[in-house]
């Protein structure tokens, strides 16, 4: 499902150029869970980003589904992303002013659903993510846990077939933590493919496969479930 | 999609009620303003526009050029406008005139009604101007002697709720008129409004019908009319003006060389009349230029409050920024981002309109009462202008919302996310704070010098005393007769300390005759040069400064017949210089080469203003009167002025029983001069304040977002050692400095714009360098008062507080 040839992102300032991608090939099947691990400022994130069309790289060539992407406009890039990618954030970037019902909604605008279609899916999510009693509330009147649960089911509402998840447990307790590793999972089981960048290990054994960073060069992977298309 | 708009729209609004209100009240209040002042230019575009066939309506206008001065009158000559009929019959369809009515004393019954708009006019009015007829009939309103029509509420004074057609309404010329019409009350929008017009034939009975119909060349010399013509439908006015030299030639050479004089056509559109006519004779009238400033003030205010807008708008958009970095991440194309800015913009902008409407119904009586006008704010009626409002909030909603629309929209999602973007260094809003504070200091500087420009004129020593003097006009013919015991019955009073008459009152205008006057080689020339007949008391009672020669002596009856005083102008002009006292000047050079008085001057008096301060000192005689004059001013003592009244009124009873009584303090008959000028610093006053007040608003959302945005710097600042004040110097420096700077953009503009409104008048102050120091010092202040008011609660901020949050 995506494959990258030796993919570089380099960021320049008028004085610093910093290497944050530097020749980086992966390959991740469809149906697969990724977690990428690394030190802070390793390039984790700036891999989330190139792999979800939110950036494109400086060099090298990106295939999502067999296209060459890596050179898309940002038309091309919000297009292909908005109905094949969702995202999950460590600080569950959710719209204050809208409720959860509307922010679970909002990606569904976007892809011109009917109104009744949208109704039935956002209600048939957060259903399933045990949010539907909150629907009407703001995000500010929702625990970290209900708030990252609702930020899956964003992520979710459209059905992608990719899931990429920055830290999705960064700012959680443990017990949410393992939550909403479940819910990753239940989605993977389902074959949504799923890259998750985290720091810490214990959650990092849900993926089938790790791969650690280091200074913008992938230095290991590690196999850790067997995975079959 | 458009749902999801507005929600997010009212959300945020309700959410940050703070920065929603100064937004939306800032643009509001100049919403408001804009409206209201554009009422009142659209009025004053829309004078005489009432009438159907205005456009082929003319005004005409007299120049006259008399030796080599010009002279310039509204009033024309009584057959000016037959005679244009006549020899034009392919350009003027008709014509109408209106002639004041002196003496309009009405009197039904035991009911006595003085009325000062009261004119004869020919009958062509009726299907010249349009003028609703509510009842008698259009067609023979006018047509015969003795008939009148009266405006609505004119008849309802007279008359109550009878029916005034048919009845006779007796005058004090000792005739009555009948009334033949009652006509809807004359817009205020026109230039020439009246209560009653008689019809212009009744004068054929006092002329005789000789001189009413006389088109000889004398009588084309002598103005006391306003004449209109009504081009035909296929007319043009340029040859009218063209045929003008011959028209000359054969109506008023004649009489024009034998007194050396030239008298040459001016027409006026009638739209144009009100606003851009400045003749002698003239009606009240409008001024264009000040069309123009109260153009650009309102424009000053709208522009301030759409900044503000903006300001605020850009300011609290970088907040949003995370927002559309995730709007952007679940799929929104920046079209999407551009039409949901733009929208929540454009909502807030009509909130905004909403609210200036509910304002400007509410505050249209207390601008009117500013602006001395009967404005009203009817949207269907009104609804050029109210689309023209809707669509300045438009673009002002368009172009507040495109900075988000089209800034925000750019951002790159991962950046904005990472919270790397969203803080500008709002260059762009401390440009438009510099703008907005240089229009706050020149409508500041303006409102300072209108004001000292208005107690110039107040206060500047017009060489004369006008401090306690009341005016009489005395119109009662007994009272007349008997004026030297009435004068002396009022001076019985201890109250009243002198009383002398006159044929005019300064600042209501004089007469000019051709004088003769001897010039230095001995011969004789002549010049047209103002007059005034006084009696003897008057030059003491008005406290003019004789210089040279002598006062009117009572007991030299030679002085009536031979004497004359002169002003330093008149001195000057004549070139008799430092030496006028015993040179020759004969007033009123008639045709033959004779004078109607030949006098010789015994005094100069000091210049003094005897028109407004607009006008320079003209030359002027003052001659000694035989006959009685009406005006009679009065010097009182100071005190006890309601008692002194009080028995001027008996008296007046007594000897002018006829009309009621009535009378002028001549300072504040004198002010009445600068309406136009009082109003304008009215209006100044008032809207700088609302400026300022805007501008501040704007200014106080921008402190406490910097102070927001720099909680943290503020917080180490603290824990580093920074003191209070400190922080204040850091919140408060850089925004005073661009208040500083907006004096260099405000200073030249001031100047220009008040040194050219100066030239208006003759007499002015000088610009002063405080009153432009005063408005930045002043602007500054109430800067930093609105900056601190906010930076102090941010200094004043437990840095554990912000430092925890970060």
């Known amino acids: 499902m995506i494959k990258t040839n030796n993919l570089t992102k380099i960021y320049r300032t008028d004085e610093v150029e910093t290497v944050a991608l530097n020749n980086v090939n992966v390959e991740v099947a469809k149906g697969e869970f990724v977690a990428i691990m690394g030190p802070s400022g390793c390039g984790k994130s700036t891999l989330l980003n190139v792999i979800g069309l939110l950036d494109n790289p400086t060099g090298g060539e990106y295939h999502f589904n067999a296209q060459e992407v890596s050179k898309y406009t940002e038309r091309m890039r919000t297009n292909l992303r908005k109905s094949n990618i969702g995202f999950i954030f460590q600080s569950f970037n959710l719209i204050d002013e809208l409720t959860v019902y509307e922010n679970v909604e909002l990606p569904l605008l976007y892809i011109k659903m009917s109104s009744a279609e949208r109704k039935k899916r956002v209600n048939e999510i957060l259903d399933r993510m045990k949010i539907a009693h909150r629907a009407k509330h703001f995000p500010q009147q929702l625990s970290g846990g209900q708030q990252q649960r609702v930020a899956v089911a964003r992520a979710v509402v459209t059905k992608p077939k990719l899931i990429l998840a920055d830290e999705p447990t960064g700012n959680l307790d443990s017990a949410n933590g393992e939550e909403v590793m479940d819910m990753l999972t239940q989605l993977n089981e389902e074959e949504t493919t799923i890259i998750m960048v985290t720091h810490s290990p214990s959650f990092a054994e849900y993926a089938h496969r790790i791969i650690q960073l280091f200074d913008g060069h992938i230095v290991t992977e590690n196999i850790k479930k067997e995975f079959h298309l | 999609m458009f749902k999801n708009y507005l929600k997010v729209a009212v959300r945020n609004l309700l959410r940050k009620k703070f920065y929603s209100t100064i937004n939306i009240l800032g643009l509001a209040i100049g919403l408001t303003c804009t409206i209201l002042i554009g009422l009142f230019v659209q009025n004053e575009l829309s004078f005489d526009k009432h009438h159907e066939n205005y456009e082929r309506i003319y005004r005409l206008e007299s120049h006259f050029t008399i030796q080599e001065s010009d002279d310039f009158f509204a009033a024309t000559a009584f057959p000016l406008g037959p005679a244009l009929k006549l020899e034009f019959p392919q350009d003027v369809e008709e014509f109408c005139r209106f002639m004041p009515m002196d003496n309009n004393i009405f009197q039904i019954d035991d009911k006595k009604i003085f009325e000062d708009n009261v004119y004869y006019a020919d009958s062509t009015l009726t299907s010249f101007f349009t003028h609703k007829f509510i009842s008698g009939s259009p067609d023979e309103a006018l047509n015969d002697p003795n008939e009148m029509i009266l405006t609505e509420s004119f008849a309802k004074r007279i008359f109550g709720d009878k029916d005034p057609i048919g009845k006779v309404l007796n005058t004090g010329y000792g005739f009555g008129f009948t009334i033949t019409g009652v006509i809807e009350d004359v817009p205020y929008d026109s230039h020439l409004r009246f209560e009653a017009v008689g019809s212009m034939i009744t004068l054929e009975n006092f002329f005789g019908k000789e001189r009413y119909h006389s088109m000889e060349s004398g009588s084309f010399w002598n103005i006391s009319i306003f004449s209109y013509i009504m081009l035909t439908k296929t007319g043009n006015i340029q040859n009218v003006l063209d045929g003008y030299p011959a028209f000359n030639e054969k109506y008023l050479k004649p009489v024009g060389e034998q007194i050396n004089s030239k008298f040459q056509l001016m027409v006026q559109p009638l739209a144009d009349v009100h606003l851009h006519s400045d003749l002698g004779y003239d009606l009240p009238t409008g001024n264009i230029a000040y069309v123009h400033i109260f153009s650009i003030v309102a424009l000053f205010l709208l522009l301030i409050g759409c900044i503000n807008y903006m300001n605020m708008a850009t300011a609290q958009s970088a907040n949003r920024s995370t927002e559309v970095g995730i709007r952007k991440v679940v799929g929104a194309q920046k079209s999407y981002l551009r039409s949901q800015f733009l929208m929540e913009s454009l909502i807030l ?286 010097r009182i003592r100071q005190e006890n002025i309601e008692k002194t009244l009080k028995y001027i009124e008996e008296k007046w009873n007594e000897f002018c029983p006829t009309f009621p009584f009535d009378y002028i303090f001549l300072d504040e008959s004198l002010n009445e001069q600068y309406i136009a000028e009082q109003k304008i610093g009215r209006v100044f006053t008032y809207f700088s304040i609302m400026c300022i007040f805007i501008a501040c608003l704007g200014l106080f959302g921008l402190a406490s977002y910097t102070a927001e945005q720099r909680t943290k710097e503020i917080s180490i600042r603290k824990v580093m050692g920074a003191s209070v004040l400190n922080i204040v110097f850091i919140l408060s420096k850089e925004f005073s400095l661009w208040v500083i700077l907006a004096n260099i953009i405000a200073w030249p503009l001031a100047y220009l714009a008040l040194k050219k409104w100066l030239e208006n008048f003759a007499y002015s102050v000088d610009l002063s360098f405080f009153a432009f120091l005063g408005a930045g010092v002043l602007a500054l202040i109430i800067a930093l008062i609105t900056i601190n008011f906010r930076s102090i609660k941010a200094a004043l901020t437990n840095p554990a507080e912000a430092l925890k949050y970060e």
């Open chain 2, 349 to 634: 902008t009509f909130l905004a309109l909403l609210l200036a409407l509910i304002a400007t119904e509410l505050f249209l009586p207390a601008f009117n009462e500013i602006v001395d006008r009967h404005l009203s704010f009817n949207i269907a009626e009104n609804l050029n202008f109210f689309l023209g409002i809707a669509g300045i909030t438009l673009i002002v909603g368009f172009v507040a919302g495109s900075y988000p629309a089209f800034y925000l929209s750019s951002f790159i999602p991962v950046e904005v996310l990472k919270g790397k973007m969203g803080k500008s260094k709002g260059t762009l809003r401390k440009i438009l704070v510099l703008l907005q504070f240089s229009i706050s200091i020149i409508m500041i500087v303006g409102t300072f010098t209108v004001i000292q420009q208005l107690n110039f004129l107040r206060d500047k020593d017009l060489g004369f005393d006008k401090e306690n003097v009341v005016v009489l006009t005395v119109r009662d013919t007994t009272g007349v007769k008997n004026l030297e015991a009435f004068q002396d019955e009022l001076l019985k009073h201890s109250q009243i300390l002198k009383a002398g008459t006159s044929s005019s009152i300064p600042g209501k205008g004089v007469g000019i005759l051709v004088q003769r006057y001897e010039t230095l080689d001995g011969s004789m020339a002549e010049k047209g040069i103002n007059f005034v007949f006084i009696d003897n008391d008057y030059i003491d009672v008005m406290d003019m400064k004789i210089i040279k020669g002598r006062n009117y002596d009572p007991e030299l009856t030679t002085d009536l017949e031979e004497s004359i005083i002169i002003n330093q102008a008149c001195a000057n002009v004549l070139g008799w210089g430092d030496d006028p006292i015993g040179k020759k000047l004969g007033f009123g050079a008639n045709l033959d080469g004779t004078s109607t008085r030949d006098t010789r001057v015994i005094g100069v008096v000091k210049d003094f203003h005897y028109n407004s301060l607009h006008n320079k000192i003209d030359p002027i005689v003052i001659l000694l009167s035989d006959r009685p004059l009406r005006n009679i001013s009065l």
